[in-house]
């Protein structure tokens, strides 16, 4: 029996929505905490941004960029930029313009943190959520998140919310952006309402998963009649611990979810849903991740069936490599991997998978900003 081709399946073709991938290496949407400050709380993509992502552009590939804010009071991180002013529209178009002139895609993740942000980021107004739990711990100002709970939104909020994510997505187009994704993971705003701990709702918004889904698909409706279904994906993650999300049964909601997904009229249906593995934890190993859910076997295997029914793209992220990337696509169906850390270190990732080149070690004490800001961004170097 010959070997079994592990690299192969990720270098074939992928029509995604509006997009022609000439392979299924996806980069990562990963937070690097190195634009410019132009005001308080007001984050500007840079050169350095440019270079950054020009590095890891492919010729036919689809990179995802940093979470990036849809508003002032959607922000939550120094260092991060946001789509909503004109510098910061400028700002992005010579990235995207740095990424289509290596042949690549690329498109902006539309990010509300909610709760994950203190009154001294937002100028000084309360954070918002579902509910009014706040998340356990220190703040990125050092203070602690309980000291300043959050509100829950109105549904009046919620509705402005929508619109505002309709807004943002019309402004990544304008930026050169070839589509949008929305972020539904890593417990920030629209995760607050999925999860059963953080959302104790009592009205249209909260209760069971299919009142808890109802604003993700609401901003994926205006998202979608605002810049096309076609060019609209979101990231989900079900068994995220993440900004102290945990649900009672992420199994069972989250299908409940992708198939409301999956069930959306064409108009408003996205291209693709990226899930996150349930081993990927930004804190605990894969194995303590594995050992501490308590749903039984706990798999993105549950969702893809539903998603596909409706004709919705899978991508797939979470402690992939050269080994188990393949194998996701093969015999798990998934249609693309998504690569965060090792995209991050190793710029010709795509090039080093499929000649099977050593990857280069990352440093995770860069990750969230340094000094130099080059140090652990745009330093890395490509294979010779």
């Not at 910061?88 to 740095?98: E, R």
């Not at 959520?129 to 109105?154: N, Q, V, W």
């Not at 994704?181 to 209760?207: I, K, P």
């Not at 800001?373 to 170097?381: A, H, L, R, V």
Request: net charge negative; glycine share 8%.
């Amino acid at each position: 029996m010959g070997s079994v081709d592990v690299i192969g399946p990720l270098f074939q073709p992928l029509r995604l929505g509006a997009l022609s991938l000439s392979h299924r290496v996806v980069q990562a949407p990963c937070t690097r905490m190195r634009s410019t400050k132009e005001s308080d709380g007001v984050f500007v993509p840079n050169d350095l941004n440019v270079e950054y992502y020009s590095q890891r552009a492919s010729q036919g590939g689809l990179m995802l960029t940093e979470a990036t804010p849809i508003s002032r009071l959607a922000a939550g991180y120094p260092g991060v930029p946001g789509i909503f002013t004109q510098s910061q529209i400028a700002g992005w178009k010579k990235v995207t313009d740095a990424v289509h002139a290596k042949g690549g895609f690329i498109l902006c993740q539309l990010w509300h943190v909610g709760r994950a942000t203190v009154p001294s980021f937002i100028e000084g107004k309360q954070a918002v959520s579902a509910s009014d739990i706040p998340i356990t711990g220190s703040a990125m100002d050092g203070t602690e998140y309980a000291a300043s709970p959050p509100r829950p939104m109105t549904v009046e909020e919620i509705q402005d919310l929508v619109k505002e994510y309709a807004a943002a997505s019309k402004r990544a187009i304008e930026a050169g952006f070839d589509g949008v994704e929305v972020h539904g993971a890593n417990g920030y705003l629209l995760d607050q309402f999925l999860h059963d701990n953080v959302n104790t709702r009592s009205d249209d918004y909260g209760g069971s998963i299919e009142k808890r889904s109802r604003i993700v698909l609401e901003v994926l409706e205006a998202v979608a009649a605002a810049i096309g279904p076609d060019r609209v994906g979101i990231r989900l993650s079900p068994y995220n611990y993440f900004q102290d999300t945990r649900d009672s049964n992420p199994n069972a909601h989250w299908q409940v979810l992708c198939s409301k997904i999956a069930d959306l009229p064409a108009e408003s249906r996205p291209a693709y849903v990226h899930m996150v593995e349930p081993r990927f934890d930004e804190v605990l190993d894969e194995t303590s991740k594995i050992d501490s859910l308590s749903v039984e076997k706990p798999s993105l295997d549950l969702f893809q069936p539903m998603l596909k029914k409706g004709g919705v793209a899978f991508l797939a992220a979470g402690n992939f490599n050269a080994q188990n990337a393949g194998p996701k696509l093969v015999n798990d169906g998934a249609d693309a991997v998504v690569f965060g850390r090792w995209f991050i270190s190793n710029p010709d990732l795509p090039r080093r998978l499929k000649e099977g080149l050593p990857l280069t070690a990352y440093d995770r004490s860069t990750f969230y900003g340094a000094e130099p800001p080059e140090k652990g961004y745009t330093d890395y170097p490509f294979y010779k």
